[in-house]
């Protein structure tokens, strides 16, 4: 093919892709979509296999082609133009009931020459709990409908029946009409402006465009894959609920040109929902893949190809059905990103070429809490607190993290302003910040997670709830690499209502500032009523090398900075502060010391 | 001469320090099997946070001969290591 024809091709299938994002973000109503950005879009072929994977969730490129497929088998002779299908059932390709995928067959002259898909997490979904995540369910019959495929549109008539079923079964059903809106116009515009691409170059000449970007992405990370040395290379996470540990192991072999992701000797699944099943293990694997190893390569079929996954059966990441899993997103899939970022991190970090694009594990902990309640303007309210896209950056082999710097598996996550999130629920924030001590030490610091603390204001009902599905808060997650330490951990504080009679300081300005009873929580529904307060914080990302080896100035600079304090200064970076500045003696005698306790328990 | 991370390289069939060359374990062995051991308990760190594990631990991988630290993992008792190894 002429390679400034399918140069152009291949940039339109992005501008395709971005408009279609934009459109999505322009209807919703949600903040989780809008400034969250908990959303992908994507283009399949024909066939279902992936062309053109898009930003957003990265965990979603794989299901939603899954979603492509099984649509393709369950509705087979019974496509059309225009029809737009719903799926959300986690046994079938999606991640957890309330991210919904709206998967488009497009056609052209009558034959079906692609798909579109995309996902938002919608305001609810008729779980036991508002919001999606359920912490509370034994099975997923409890975490709200769940459809393996319906057909929503049909030749471009919205199929009133299935629309009023749907909506019947959420709570909010006018913010999840206008979540499904926002849906179907991203894919009518996906669908339109492809049909102008084709429209232009003609289907045989854009299919063979796409035939080729696939062989394309293959050839280049098969090429990327023989310039890395083979190996095998070990990751584990620890995720705790209610007392109960679970491990999911990762050993990633690399031979050749080929990748193998095996999680033999992680946990059972869980009567928790933090399981997942095998399509969000896969998702969760590839979504730092496709930045850390194809960050210049088209995520598309081709580049899953020389993959492999074993993910028994059974276990925490390959659930059997009927387990909970509306909490995989931020349980089971996170650790699996997170070990995959860690092994593949490592994989890169043995490669001189590609060092320097090995990371630490960024944001390893999602915080979902979602508040539900009536709000100030007399509507029912429920939505995440988004500073959970906020994130921390991995510290790299070049350069610290990033503080609040996002996370890997969604390259365009961002936390709402504190504005947006007070306008939309009747609550005040005492402060937002990022975290001292949160960013994993290291030659290289991991960027800092955040704190914030939120009390009832303005609130009919004298408050709200929240649902919160919280791990993270027992087990650093955001591991380091070459002696990095791990980033911090997570916390959930339940400041409840003065018994004293004295009131809270409305103006609290930290934790300990605050009055009441500190009640750590992370599972469940609790209550912000009345004079209670919620504190947050979250972990920052892992550091990579030595932190005695660190340069003093740079820990002064942090400590001056309020992101390292002068304890973690002392004990872990080895660096003695005074007033005059940096002690140099000090600091020496205190690395010398330091590294002579690294002999004291003698070999391993 | 070939790397195997920041702080490790592979030198003449054996796993060696980057820092100062000195030989840790053969290739084919567990190279933290032979490395200095020292353990920080998670909750011990500044930071730690209020709900952290008492038993979990960071552990630290330091070169026998110079101190260097040369890989740490968080582990709870009776993990077995996480055990990476460059072919080649």
Same mark, same amino acid.
């Given at each position: 093919?002429?390679?400034?024809?399918?140069?152009?091709?291949?940039?339109?299938?992005?501008?395709?892709?971005?408009?279609?994002?934009?459109?999505?973000?322009?209807?919703?109503?949600?903040?989780?979509?809008?400034?969250?950005?908990?959303?992908?879009?994507?283009?399949?072929?024909?066939?279902?296999?992936?062309?053109?994977?898009?930003?957003?969730?990265?965990?979603?490129?794989?299901?939603?082609?899954?979603?492509?497929?099984?649509?393709?088998?369950?509705?087979?002779?019974?496509?059309?133009?225009?029809?737009?299908?719903?799926?959300?059932?986690?046994?079938?390709?999606?991640?957890?009931?309330?991210?919904?995928?709206?998967?488009?067959?497009?056609?052209?002259?009558?034959?079906?020459?692609?798909?579109?898909?995309?996902?938002?997490?919608?305001?609810?979904?008729?779980?036991?709990?508002?919001?999606?995540?359920?912490?509370?369910?034994?099975?997923?019959?409890?975490?709200?409908?769940?459809?393996?495929?319906?057909?929503?549109?049909?030749?471009?008539?919205?199929?009133?029946?299935?629309?009023?079923?749907?909506?019947?079964?959420?709570?909010?059903?006018?913010?999840?009409?206008?979540?499904?809106?926002?849906?179907?116009?991203?894919?009518?515009?996906?669908?339109?402006?492809?049909?102008?691409?084709?429209?232009?170059?003609?289907?045989?000449?854009?299919?063979?465009?796409?035939?080729?970007?696939?062989?394309?992405?293959?050839?280049?990370?098969?090429?990327?894959?023989?310039?890395?040395?083979?190996?095998?290379?070990?990751?584990?996470?620890?995720?705790?609920?209610?007392?109960?540990?679970?491990?999911?192991?990762?050993?990633?072999?690399?031979?050749?040109?080929?990748?193998?992701?095996?999680?033999?000797?992680?946990?059972?699944?869980?009567?928790?929902?933090?399981?997942?099943?095998?399509?969000?293990?896969?998702?969760?694997?590839?979504?730092?893949?496709?930045?850390?190893?194809?960050?210049?390569?088209?995520?598309?079929?081709?580049?899953?190809?020389?993959?492999?996954?074993?993910?028994?059966?059974?276990?925490?990441?390959?659930?059997?059905?009927?387990?909970?899993?509306?909490?995989?997103?931020?349980?089971?899939?996170?650790?699996?990103?997170?070990?995959?970022?860690?092994?593949?991190?490592?994989?890169?970090?043995?490669?001189?070429?590609?060092?320097?694009?090995?990371?630490?594990?960024?944001?390893?902990?999602?915080?979902?809490?979602?508040?539900?309640?009536?709000?100030?303007?007399?509507?029912?309210?429920?939505?995440?607190?988004?500073?959970?896209?906020?994130?921390?950056?991995?510290?790299?082999?070049?350069?610290?993290?990033?503080?609040?710097?996002?996370?890997?598996?969604?390259?365009?996550?961002?936390?709402?302003?504190?504005?947006?999130?007070?306008?939309?629920?009747?609550?005040?924030?005492?402060?937002?910040?990022?975290?001292?001590?949160?960013?994993?030490?290291?030659?290289?610091?991991?960027?800092?997670?955040?704190?914030?603390?939120?009390?009832?204001?303005?609130?009919?009902?004298?408050?709200?709830?929240?649902?919160?599905?919280?791990?993270?808060?027992?087990?650093?997650?955001?591991?380091?690499?070459?002696?990095?330490?791990?980033?911090?951990?997570?916390?959930?504080?339940?400041?409840?209502?003065?018994?004293?009679?004295?009131?809270?300081?409305?103006?609290?300005?930290?934790?300990?500032?605050?009055?009441?009873?500190?009640?750590?929580?992370?599972?469940?529904?609790?209550?912000?009523?009345?004079?209670?307060?919620?504190?947050?914080?979250?972990?920052?990302?892992?550091?990579?090398?030595?932190?005695?080896?660190?340069?003093?100035?740079?820990?002064?600079?942090?400590?001056?900075?309020?992101?390292?304090?002068?304890?973690?200064?002392?004990?872990?970076?080895?660096?003695?502060?005074?007033?005059?500045?940096?002690?140099?003696?000090?600091?020496?005698?205190?690395?010398?010391?330091?590294?002579?306790?690294?002999?004291?328990?003698?070999?391993? | 001469?070939?790397?195997?991370?920041?702080?490790?390289?592979?030198?003449?069939?054996?796993?060696?320090?980057?820092?100062?060359?000195?030989?840790?374990?053969?290739?084919?062995?567990?190279?933290?099997?032979?490395?200095?051991? &020292? !353990? +920080?308990?998670?909750? #011990?760190? @500044?930071?730690?946070?209020?709900? %952290?594990?008492?038993?979990?631990?960071?552990?630290?991988?330091?070169?026998?001969?110079?101190?260097?630290?040369?890989? &740490? !993992? +968080?582990?709870?008792? #009776?993990? @077995?290591?996480?055990?990476?190894? %460059?072919?080649?």
């Amino acid at each position: 093919m002429d390679p400034v024809t399918f140069s152009i091709i291949r940039h339109r299938l992005f501008r395709v892709v971005e408009e279609a994002v934009i459109t999505l973000k322009h209807v919703s109503g949600s903040a989780i979509t809008n400034e969250g950005h908990d959303l992908m879009v994507s283009l399949y072929r024909a066939d279902g296999s992936l062309l053109m994977g898009g930003v957003g969730f990265l965990h979603h490129l794989t299901s939603a082609s899954e979603a492509c497929k099984s649509i393709i088998r369950r509705f087979e002779g019974d496509i059309e133009e225009g029809d737009i299908f719903l799926l959300n059932d986690p046994y079938t390709a999606a991640l957890h009931t309330s991210d919904v995928y709206l998967v488009a067959p497009i056609h052209h002259d009558r034959k079906l020459i692609a798909w579109s898909a995309c996902f938002v997490h919608v305001f609810d979904i008729g779980a036991m709990n508002p919001g999606g995540f359920a912490p509370d369910a034994t099975d997923i019959f409890s975490e709200g409908f769940s459809s393996p495929g319906t057909k929503l549109v049909s030749r471009g008539r919205l199929r009133q029946d299935v629309w009023d079923t749907l909506l019947n079964m959420v709570r909010g059903p006018e913010m999840v009409a206008l979540d499904l809106r926002s849906m179907i116009a991203c894919n009518n515009v996906a669908r339109e402006r492809m049909l102008s691409l084709v429209d232009k170059y003609g289907p045989q000449t854009v299919d063979e465009a796409f035939r080729l970007l696939i062989e394309q992405s293959e050839q280049r990370l098969r090429q990327r894959l023989r310039e890395l040395p083979d190996g095998r290379w070990q990751s584990r996470q620890y995720l705790e609920v209610k007392g109960e540990v679970f491990r999911v192991v990762l050993t990633m072999t690399k031979s050749d040109d080929s990748l193998t992701f095996d999680f033999t000797g992680s946990s059972p699944q869980s009567r928790f929902s933090v399981n997942c099943s095998k399509w969000a293990s896969l998702g969760g694997l590839f979504a730092p893949l496709f930045p850390l190893l194809c960050y210049d390569i088209v995520w598309n079929e081709g580049v899953i190809r020389p993959i492999t996954m074993v993910a028994p059966e059974g276990s925490i990441v390959n659930c059997i059905r009927p387990a909970p899993v509306s909490v995989a997103t931020v349980g089971a899939i996170q650790s699996v990103n997170n070990a995959a970022c860690s092994t593949i991190g490592k994989m890169l970090m043995a490669s001189e070429k590609y060092a320097e694009e090995a990371t630490a594990v960024w944001h390893a902990n999602h915080f979902a809490i979602f508040m539900f309640g009536n709000n100030q303007h007399g509507r029912l309210a429920i939505g995440i607190l988004t500073e959970t896209f906020a994130g921390a950056g991995g510290a790299r082999t070049f350069a610290d993290g990033v503080d609040l710097g996002g996370e890997i598996p969604n390259p365009i996550s961002r936390m709402a302003n504190v504005e947006t999130i007070e306008a939309a629920f009747p609550i005040r924030y005492l402060f937002r910040r990022r975290l001292q001590d949160s960013g994993g030490p290291g030659f290289y610091r991991g960027g800092a997670g955040g704190e914030l603390a939120i009390v009832p204001h303005d609130a009919p009902d004298g408050g709200m709830h929240y649902v919160v599905s919280g791990k993270g808060t027992k087990f650093p997650q955001s591991e380091g690499l070459a002696g990095g330490f791990p980033g911090g951990v997570n916390d959930y504080v339940w400041v409840k209502t003065p018994t004293t009679g004295a009131n809270a300081d409305p103006f609290a300005q930290s934790l300990p500032d605050m009055a009441g009873e500190k009640m750590p929580v992370s599972w469940g529904v609790f209550p912000l009523m009345g004079q209670d307060a919620l504190y947050v914080r979250w972990n920052g990302g892992g550091g990579i090398g030595d932190p005695l080896e660190r340069d003093p100035e740079a820990v002064a600079h942090d400590v001056l900075d309020r992101v390292v304090s002068p304890a973690a200064a002392a004990q872990v970076y080895g660096v003695v502060l005074s007033s005059d500045g940096i002690d140099r003696d000090g600091t020496q005698q205190r690395r010398a010391a330091l590294r002579r306790g690294r002999f004291a328990r003698g070999t391993a | 001469m070939a790397r195997i991370s920041m702080m490790l390289l592979r030198l003449d069939g054996r796993v060696c320090c980057a820092s100062c060359k000195a030989p840790i374990a053969a290739a084919t062995d567990s190279w933290k099997a032979r490395a200095a051991l &020292s !353990e +920080t308990p998670v909750a #011990g760190l @500044p930071g730690a946070g209020l709900g %952290v594990d008492r038993d979990v631990v960071v552990r630290q991988f330091s070169c026998p001969s110079c101190g260097a630290l040369l890989d &740490s !993992e +968080t582990a709870l008792p #009776g993990d @077995p290591f996480l055990e990476d190894m %460059v072919s080649g």
